[in-house]
């Protein structure tokens, strides 16, 4: 059943995906070039309700945190995290997005999923020199929170609550996506003159 339910989800957020234009690399373009932010704002309402929801959940006991999951910092998640954003511009899509729109027939997607994969294997080929080098090992202690979660197995780099500042960030994204404008520079909605 989770399977199928997988499959339902995962189904649905590639609908909206490709609805509100994520699925165009010219509409990513436009994004990344800071000139278009209708997609922009939607990603910041995404991120902003579902840490708003999930942290809330969690304080409320309707989220179990045993589910929170937690990236470790390491010095190539960084790099890895540049190279994600500079071939995120250059392709027009990120890992998520290209399957999405190889999905709904774009052609240039499955080059883009292929070089995602010839890049995977390569990084797995040479694994073991990325491993010697230092650059997969953890700072700050590796995986830990911003603020200190109860219940959770994941250090707070802060004494502060971790579920509360994750709504204040959730709730601090919801306000940037609605006081964005839709267009920078000239090419916004023209408001008629009384």
């Not at 995906?17 to 990513?28: K, V």
């Not at 700050?140 to 709504?167: E, N, Q, Y």
């Amino acid at each position: 059943m989770s399977l199928v339910l997988a499959i339902v989800i995962g189904a649905a957020f590639g609908a909206v995906l490709d609805r509100i234009g994520a699925t165009s690399p010219n509409w990513i373009g436009k994004m990344l070039a800071l000139t278009n932010l209708h997609l922009m704002k939607t990603i910041l309402l995404a991120i902003g309700t579902g840490s708003v929801l999930m942290f809330a959940g969690q304080m409320a006991g309707l989220v179990d945190v045993g589910h929170m999951s937690v990236k470790a910092a390491y010095a190539g998640v960084f790099i890895g995290g540049l190279m994600l954003g500079a071939g995120w511009a250059a392709a027009g899509y990120c890992p998520g997005t290209g399957v999405c729109a190889a999905a709904s027939g774009r052609k240039d997607a499955w080059v883009f999923i292929a070089g995602g994969l010839l890049g995977a294997a390569a990084y797995m080929v040479t694994y073991p020199a990325w491993k010697a080098s230092g650059l997969l090992d953890n700072i700050a202690g590796g995986k830990v929170t911003l603020g200190t979660v109860p219940g959770s197995k994941f250090d707070g780099l802060m004494a502060m609550s971790g579920d509360l500042l994750g709504i204040i960030l959730g709730a601090a994204f919801i306000a940037i996506a609605f006081i964005l404008p839709e267009r920078i520079g000239g090419g916004g909605v023209a408001v008629a003159a009384e």
